[in-house]
């Protein structure tokens, strides 16, 4: 019984290249440039990302900060309310 193209048993022609076709890379793109080149590209990459960004206005800033608020502050009374709750809950259970 053969086996299929590409199965594990056997490989298919092309994944059998001699070794003197093979390229070896020896460090890539990282192994020519110091450090201090690398961290300026990192820098400059940062700015170019940030001059992508869409900033919001002045009146968008300020209705999701108090959309943010309020949320918060709803959450806060909501848990409140239920740790009063089990609080007395436990006490009249335990006493």
Known sequence: ?????????????????PDSQKKTRKGGKRAKKGPLKRLALFYRQIVSELRKV????????????????????????????????LSHAAKYVFG
């Open 1 to 17: 019984m053969t086996d299929a193209v590409g199965s594990i048993d056997m490989p298919d022609a092309q994944d059998e290249a």
């Open 54 to 85: 869409v900033w919001p206005t002045r009146n968008q800033l300020t209705s999701y900060t108090a959309a943010v608020i309020v949320f918060v502050v709803v959450m806060i009374g909501l848990i409140t309310l239920i740790d009063y709750g």
